[in-house]
C-alpha cells in the first residue's frame, strides 16, 4: 500500500505564499511522478503541478505558471508545492497524487491520493 500526507495548508492573503508538502510512504516503487490537483468549491478537481521523480521534469497548469513551483527530495520521498501571488481563485482543497503511468505529464495515471488540505485565500 502506498501513503500520501499533505501538509502546509492554511489561510492566506491575495499575493500571499504557502508551501505545500507531500510524503510518500509505503510501496512507491516504479512510480512515475507526483502530482497536484485542486478542487475548488462546487467544481471539479483539476490538475494543478507534476514532477517526474527521476528527471525532475515539471509541468504546470496554465492558471499557476509563473507562481507556483514544484520540487522534489527524492531521498524523502517528498514533493513541495511553493505557491506564490496567491489569488481567491487558488481557494480549494489541494491533494497530492501518485502516478505510475506515463501520461503523468497530463494528469493521468494517478492512482493513490492523499487526504487533502485546504487553502485559503482572502481578497
Known amino acids: 500500500q502506498v501513503q500520501l500526507v499533505e501538509s502546509g495548508g492554511g489561510l492566506v492573503q491575495t499575493g500571499g505564499s504557502l508551501r505545500l508538502s507531500c510524503r510518500a510512504s509505503g510501496r512507491t516503487f516504479g512510480s512515475y511522478a507526483m502530482g497536484w490537483f485542486r478542487r475548488a468549491p462546487g467544481k471539479e478537481r483539476d490538475f494543478v503541478s507534476a514532477i517526474n521523480w527521476s528527471s525532475g521534469s515539471t509541468t504546470y497548469a496554465d492558471s499557476v505558471k509563473g507562481r507556483f513551483t514544484i520540487s522534489r527530495d527524492n531521498a524523502k520521498n517528498t514533493v513541495f508545492l511553493q505557491m506564490n501571488s496567491l489569488l481567491p481563485e487558488d481557494t480549494a482543497v489541494y491533494y497530492c497524487?501518485?502516478?505510475?503511468?506515463?501520461?503523468?505529464?497530463?494528469?493521468?495515471?494517478?492512482?493513490?491520493w492523499g487526504q487533502g488540505t485546504q487553502v485559503t485565500v482572502s481578497s
Open positions: 497524487a501518485l502516478s505510475y503511468d506515463h501520461r503523468w505529464a497530463s494528469g493521468g495515471g494517478y492512482g493513490y
